[in-house]
């Protein structure tokens, strides 16, 4: 039988926060500082967030990318910034291993700012599955795996404001974070 959580079990967990530094790069000339570091790590936790669209045939383009280390998360304002050529070619970027869940979605969202395939992404949903996880959303895995909560209030919030908010920038951090921090301690503990 398969690992698996229920909304009541997560709803009396403690509440997950994120434990290092936020940078968040909204200027183009923080890019190529912020990717050359990004660049020496083997492995980073990847996530995208868009503004949510309240009518009918209202889309947006993804307006964050979220790229984060154990120790440190860095928000991309795309909406800001573009898409700016080091960080295209960074996701394009074979020897760099990014983990994200349902990551279809944030591809779809980023090929509206770019014709770049991104490379060598690992998606947890799939990963999961090899550990007997059936749960495949960040929430339920991160729960199963850590016994804690990530927190969803900030998902709808607005990701084109002229500043994030800190609840807006934890969240946004915490699910790159936790992304990265599943996939360390599935690939670790299985060793």
Known sequence: ?????TKEQ???LPIE?????????DHINEVREAVRYLSSKPVLGFDTETKPAF??????????????????CFLFRLNKIGYPD??????????????GLSL?????????RSDGIPENFIDLQLFVDKFGIED????K???????????KSQRISNWESPALSPAQQSYAAIDAWACLRIYNHLINSNQ
Request: without cysteine; charged residues 25%; glycine residues 6%.
């Open 141 to 151: 895995i991160y729960a199963i795996i850590f016994g804690k909560k990530i927190s």
């Open 17 to 25: 926060t994120f434990p290092g530094t936020i940078t968040v790069i």
């Open 104 to 112: 279809r979605d944030d591809f779809a969202a980023i090929r509206k």
């Open 55 to 72: 009518k009918r045939g209202q889309v947006h383009k993804v307006a964050l990318m979220q790229l984060s280390t154990e120790e440190e």
């Open 10 to 12: 997560i709803a009396g």
């Open 136 to 139: 495949n959303s960040l929430q």
């Open 1 to 5: 039988m398969g690992l698996t959580i």
């Open 86 to 99: 080091e960080l295209e070619a960074f996701m394009m970027d074979s020897d760099i291993k990014k983990i």
